[in-house]
């Protein structure tokens, strides 16, 4: 059973296994920073959270977004500069723990998969949003009906994952055969 995780405060989440006639997604929001212990309540209510879907799941495979370092020289918020780290060793710590495995995948490779490419097109004035905007579109013309950006970005990482796990999947999931 594979697991993938879009990694943020409002973590989306995206299961696949034999059997499903498509994946099971949600979204986990880690809530505000502890205010008396600082990241240490949202560090193990995500810990905590993980550990449950690891076990409830049975999950034998891990995919999460790999860490995403400031782009184009802009500084990532800081409650996102602290937290991403912090996030992406708890699911390091959780894999080890369940001695599963678990591979980062770079936001640009299940982009180019997902959505055909891995930044928005020249003159589109905010292309996060429209990044964001066309995994969800795609999540939606596969059946799937993510509730916000999380959940899609999740199902586009489960969808990358699942390729390269099954070559037959990815067959399946190529422009070829579907109405894109």
């Not at 795609?138 to 390729?163: I, V």
Request: proline content about 5%; overall charge positive.
């Amino acid at each position: 059973m594979y697991l993938a995780l879009d990694l943020g405060v409002k973590t989306g989440w995206a299961r696949w296994e034999p059997g499903l006639s498509k994946p099971v997604s949600g979204v986990f929001d880690c809530g505000a920073k502890d205010k008396a212990g600082g990241y240490g309540g949202r560090s193990l209510s995500f810990y905590g959270w993980l550990l449950g879907k690891i076990e409830s799941f049975g999950v034998t495979h891990l995919a999460i977004e790999d860490e995403l370092p400031a782009i184009s020289g802009k500084p990532m918020n800081r409650g996102n500069e602290q937290w991403q780290p912090a996030q992406h060793r708890l699911c390091e710590m959780a894999a080890v723990a369940n001695q599963i495995p678990y591979q980062k995948i770079t936001m640009q490779k299940w982009r180019k998969h997902f959505i055909g490419r891995s930044v928005a097109p020249r003159g589109v004035k905010n292309g996060r949003a429209w990044i964001k905007q066309q995994a969800i579109q795609r999540c939606k013309l596969l059946g799937w009906d993510p509730k916000d950006d999380n959940e899609a970005e999740a199902l586009a990482l489960m969808d990358f994952f699942r390729s390269t796990q099954s070559p037959s999947y990815a067959v399946q999931t190529t422009d070829l055969f579907t109405n894109l």
